[in-house]
């Protein structure tokens, strides 16, 4: 939808008036009307990295979910402020996984004797908690851009890796590119009791998969795929890993949201494309590479924007920058200092993957 101009003046004239004073992030999944606005844009990774790159900014406003928010601060120094402009952008992927749960589920490996054995891998699309438990037993942080290199190293640092809280993502990287079989992958189903696995099935598995999936990703399936082929000769299809395994296995080229925007500006014009990604960036995607006759389809019109992304709209951006411009302090993400410290630790070893 095109943006209200006197929302988009107000914007403009209070992020102006801020100056220096914000850094404004937007993940690839946000509005067009937010996006606008955004000084850096860029998958998970990028945006964990690039929120530290302004010390001098006295607040970062990040156009994203929960998570993200959560992660920029832990990487802030502590004077920087981090605002998320809709407390409600949450994660339902990220809530899949909660502190008591996995707690419980690390006991869980302990009785089967195998938690030494156990590193945890956690993908960023999860809570601070789970970030801090992370760092805690030894494990490391992941994206989807940086997923493989994050299972190179933990199979380094112990046997078996517990993949938390996506089961498609580390079901997807093991089978896909680190050459494991699916039957090296168990599921554990937090809402079962021992996971609904046997110590056996634990001490047989290399890799321990969360049971948590994506809403939106995970309603794309091997029909999308076969429909779209069908109905478009001769399309690429480029899906993120978020994907369940049958739809990935089926796709002709996996990736980040950012891959994802690489492998289009690298492709000739002429070529068709359909995605399976969130429907914002889609659109953004097909509309920008229209006049390089570069063909960009949604892989399934069933599938509707991520909800709790799209919470961030232009209104909340405004009041939030208007609020900050007034010198007021609204929406802050604050990590508690323990957790934190923790979950420093492993998004550091994140960003220190070679
Ligand atoms: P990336 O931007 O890292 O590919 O992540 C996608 C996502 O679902 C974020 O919520
Ligand atoms: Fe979470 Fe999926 Fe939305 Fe990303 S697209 S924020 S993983 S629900």
Same mark, same amino acid.
């Given at each position: 939808?095109?943006?209200?101009?006197?929302?988009?003046?107000?914007?403009?004239?209070?992020?102006?008036?801020?100056?220096?004073?914000?850094?404004?992030?937007?993940?690839?999944?946000?509005?067009?009307?937010?996006?606008?606005?955004?000084?850096?844009?860029?998958?998970?990774?990028?945006?964990?990295?690039?929120?530290?790159?302004?010390?001098?900014?006295?607040?970062?406003?990040?156009?994203?979910?929960?998570?993200?928010?959560?992660? /920029?601060?832990?990487?802030? *120094?502590?004077?920087? #402020?981090?605002?998320?402009?809709?407390?409600?952008? *949450?994660?339902?992927?990220?809530?899949?996984?909660?502190?008591?749960?996995?707690?419980?589920?690390?006991?869980?490996?302990?009785?089967?004797?195998?938690?030494?054995?156990?590193?945890?891998?956690?993908?960023?699309?999860?809570?601070? @908690?789970?970030?801090?438990?992370?760092? #805690?037993?030894?494990?490391?942080?992941?994206?989807?851009?940086?997923?493989?290199?994050?299972?190179?190293?933990?199979?380094?640092?112990?046997?078996?890796?517990?993949?938390?809280?996506?089961?498609?993502?580390?079901?997807?990287?093991?089978?896909? @590119?680190?050459?494991?079989?699916?039957?090296?992958?168990?599921?554990?189903?937090?809402?079962?009791?021992?996971?609904?696995?046997?110590?056996?099935?634990?001490?047989?598995?290399?890799?321990?998969?969360?049971?948590?999936?994506?809403?939106?990703? *995970?309603?794309?399936?091997?029909?999308?795929?076969?429909?779209?082929?069908?109905?478009?000769?001769?399309?690429?299809?480029?899906?993120?890993?978020?994907?369940?395994?049958?739809?990935?296995?089926?796709? @002709?080229?996996?990736?980040?949201?950012?891959?994802?925007?690489?492998?289009?500006?690298?492709?000739?014009?002429?070529?068709?494309?359909?995605?399976?990604?969130?429907?914002?960036?889609?659109?953004?995607?097909?509309?920008?590479?229209?006049?390089?006759? #570069?063909?960009?389809?949604?892989?399934?019109?069933?599938?509707?924007?991520?909800?709790?992304?799209?919470?961030?709209?232009?209104?909340?951006?405004?009041?939030?920058?208007?609020?900050? /411009?007034?010198?007021?302090?609204?929406?802050?993400?604050?990590?508690?200092?323990?957790?934190?410290?923790?979950?420093?630790?492993?998004?550091?070893?994140?960003?220190?993957?070679?």
């Amino acid at each position: 939808s095109p943006s209200d101009p006197d929302l988009v003046e107000r914007a403009r004239a209070a992020k102006a008036k801020l100056g220096d004073k914000v850094f404004v992030l937007g993940h690839h999944y946000q509005r067009d009307e937010v996006i606008q606005f955004a000084d850096v844009t860029g998958d998970s990774f990028k945006l964990a990295r690039d929120a530290a790159a302004r010390p001098q900014a006295e607040y970062i406003v990040f156009c994203g979910v929960h998570f993200m928010a959560e992660s /920029a601060d832990i990487l802030t *120094g502590d004077d920087q #402020k981090v605002v998320l402009p809709d407390l409600a952008a *949450g994660c339902s992927m990220a809530d899949m996984a909660t502190a008591e749960q996995v707690a419980e589920c690390w006991d869980v490996l302990t009785e089967a004797g195998i938690a030494e054995q156990v590193v945890p891998v956690s993908y960023m699309n999860s809570s601070a @908690d789970i970030k801090a438990f992370t760092g #805690k037993h030894g494990g490391t942080i992941c994206t989807s851009s940086n997923a493989k290199r994050a299972l190179d190293w933990a199979f380094q640092q112990g046997e078996k890796v517990l993949f938390l809280p996506d089961q498609h993502l580390g079901r997807n990287t093991a089978v896909r @590119d680190m050459g494991m079989s699916l039957e090296d992958c168990v599921v554990y189903n937090p809402h079962k009791p021992n996971g609904g696995l046997t110590a056996e099935e634990l001490r047989g598995a290399k890799m321990i998969l969360w049971r948590g999936h994506c809403s939106v990703h *995970g309603r794309f399936s091997l029909d999308s795929v076969n429909e779209v082929r069908e109905r478009i000769p001769g399309v690429n299809v480029l899906v993120h890993p978020e994907c369940r395994h049958e739809v990935v296995a089926a796709a @002709d080229h996996v990736g980040s949201t950012e891959y994802i925007i690489k492998t289009l500006e690298a492709a000739p014009a002429g070529s068709k494309w359909a995605i399976g990604t969130e429907l914002n960036l889609v659109r953004r995607l097909a509309n920008r590479f229209a006049s390089e006759d #570069k063909e960009i389809v949604f892989l399934d019109r069933t599938v509707c924007f991520c909800s709790t992304m799209n919470r961030i709209d232009l209104p909340h951006l405004v009041w939030a920058l208007e609020s900050l /411009a007034e010198g007021t302090l609204v929406n802050r993400i604050e990590v508690d200092k323990e957790t934190e410290a923790f979950a420093k630790l492993a998004l550091e070893r994140m960003l220190a993957l070679p």
